[in-house]
């Protein structure tokens, strides 16, 4: 019965949601939010990993349900989850929750898509089912606490759970039949953080995966397959096999009053999400100026503790190891004031610039910034120069957080530019605009026409 387990009152919450119940402003984000992941999809489509994918995909063949983004083509909705979600989380644009620390769009938008498409939803039923899967997946990355990131991949583990959120809205479960695909959505969540220490591959196959699984959990809950409905809070559940610090009671708290998805951030630097605030904080310190390694005697970089533990270890032996390794990042804004996607490449990793401003970079914990994590992703930096001055500034929310976000303008020039090789101008535009008034398009195959 309904209210039973924690997956029966998220179903039955889920399940009585309407477009209507939605305010205007939570609609609105919920469209940045798609428009915002629609570029990153596009823009990672020709890297290696996605090039593999994708051909991998076409082997597979499948009916032509939903859209593969890199390819432009009709696939199986699964494997367009699969491919979408891989190609979005590649070039490290897509957006995050901090308090969470989960990459919603890349695990959740592309089963929704892929699931909606497949359905024929309306624009209407596009965001509701979007709504659906953030808060499903959030909630869940809340709750599971922040031990569980010391070895699994949140977009991974949790993404799988709000992908199966979106997925089961889109296809109009019923409570039951959500409830399983809820259960079956959490005995298929994994990803491993081992892939980082190694430069494996596996952080697109995370997302890709994540999408593709949730959305199998809703076609076969659907069909009648069940799902463990304890998924969640039962003694071999999720929390207990993961965490070592979950609440269970996070994932139903103000349910229905409280959105966690409305203070989302959007990426506004082409790096991990735990680097940023050191980025702001040197752009703030400098004022955008460029300094050359002549100009500099020392970098001192205060963060929070986690950064280090994740990114401590990572070198940067490849331009996307580069968007993991702080020091890589800092010297880069450093010497051209802003950390871009052109700022990755092989030819800048032996730039002799970079790497003598590099050595210049101390990084150390702080406990008093270690304190306001996840609620904050803070950065402290003190940039001796040569001639004895010294530049601070603290960045508590950097560009692009709810706190500090993108402006209209500045969010449909960062598609723009993630899109300049997949897309035309005219074609940009038109995507732009249909998102932008994604409630009115009577079916969502039209979005991408």
Not at 238 to 246: G, N, V
Not at 322 to 344: E, I, W
Not at 416 to 429: H, R, V
Request: hydrophobic letters at 45%; a negative charge.
């Amino acid at each position: 019965m309904p209210g039973e387990t924690l997956s029966n009152r998220l179903a039955e919450y889920f399940c009585g949601v309407t477009y209507d119940d939605l305010s205007a402003d939570h609609v609105a984000k919920m469209k940045v939010f798609l428009l915002d992941w629609l570029g990153s999809a596009y823009a990672g489509k020709d890297l290696p990993p996605i090039l593999m994918m994708r051909k991998v995909a076409r082997s597979l063949g499948g009916a032509p349900e939903a859209t593969s983004i890199p390819d432009g083509v009709k696939t199986s909705s699964l494997l367009a989850s699969l491919v979408n979600g891989a190609s979005s989380h590649i070039v490290e644009m897509d957006d995050l929750h901090r308090e969470s620390i989960l990459h919603p769009a890349a695990a959740i938008l592309p089963a929704a898509l892929a699931a909606g498409e497949r359905e024929g939803v309306s624009g209407k039923e596009l965001i509701v089912a979007i709504s659906a899967g953030y808060e499903m997946g959030i909630r869940v990355a809340l709750a599971v606490g922040q031990s569980h990131y010391r070895f699994w991949h949140t977009t991974a583990t949790c993404g799988t759970f709000g992908a199966a959120a979106a997925s089961a809205k889109a296809l109009g479960l019923n409570e039951e039949q959500f409830a399983w695909a809820i259960g079956s959505a959490g005995t298929q969540a994994a990803g491993l953080w081992e892939f980082l220490v190694e430069s494996a591959m596996s952080k697109q196959l995370h997302a890709g995966k994540a999408a593709m699984n949730g959305l199998l959990a809703a076609l076969l809950a659907k069909e009648g397959f069940t799902g463990a409905i304890r998924i969640l809070e039962g003694e071999k559940g999720f929390f207990r096999a993961t965490s070592q610090d979950f609440d269970e009671g996070v994932c139903v708290a103000d349910l229905g009053k409280v959105f966690h998805s409305e203070r989302n951030s959007i990426k506004y630097h082409a790096s991990c999400g735990h680097t940023h605030s050191a980025i702001d904080a040197v752009i703030l310190a400098t004022g955008g100026k460029a300094l050359l390694p002549a100009e500099v005697e020392a970098v001192d970089l205060m963060i929070y503790r986690a950064a280090i533990d994740l990114l401590g270890n990572i070198e940067p032996k490849t331009p996307y190891l580069a968007k993991f390794n702080l020091p890589f990042c800092v010297a880069t804004a450093l010497r051209y004031g802003h950390v871009q996607s052109g700022d990755f490449t092989p030819e800048r990793l032996e730039d002799r610039d970079l790497l003598h401003l590099m050595k210049k970079v101390k990084v150390a914990g702080d406990p008093d910034l270690t304190r306001t994590y996840p609620r904050k992703w803070p950065a402290r930096v003190r940039i001796t120069l040569k001639d004895g001055r010294r530049l601070d500034a603290v960045n508590e929310y950097p560009k692009g957080d709810p706190e500090n976000p993108l402006t209209e303008r500045e969010l449909i020039v960062k598609f723009k530019d993630l899109t300049k090789e997949a897309l035309s101008p005219a074609k940009a535009d038109a995507i732009v605009d249909r998102v932008m008034n994604l409630e009115a398009l009577e079916s969502v195959n039209e979005l991408l026409m």
